[in-house]
């Protein structure tokens, strides 16, 4: 086989290897992703006023919430239990 045959050929395996090393990566960066992107989803913080009174019920709250809808969360809560109750 020629030189330059063979010179060839061994670029395009190097060639192929770099961009299968990089999908890799890509692959990876991705999955790391999703992980944190799952995680805050399903992390629940508890807020620390709702601990204070042992009668009150404690509320857990997905990690991405802002205190505006913590409060929100809390209302339709109480709402729903009243009703309930009312019935």
């Not at 890799?24 to 992980?35: D, G, M, N, P, R």
């Not at 601990?51 to 209302?75: S, T």
Request: charged share 45%.
């Amino acid at each position: 086989m020629p030189p330059e045959v063979k010179e060839e050929i061994r670029e395009m395996l190097h060639e192929k290897s770099k961009a299968k090393a990089k999908k890799t990566t890509h692959i990876e960066e991705i999955q790391a992703q999703l992980c944190d992107t799952m995680v805050a989803r399903h992390t629940h913080v508890m807020d620390k006023d709702d601990d204070d009174d042992k009668d009150e019920e404690v509320y857990m709250y997905p990690g991405y919430m802002d205190l505006d809808e913590r409060d929100a969360y809390r209302e339709v809560v109480h709402a729903s239990k009243a009703t309930e109750w009312e019935r």
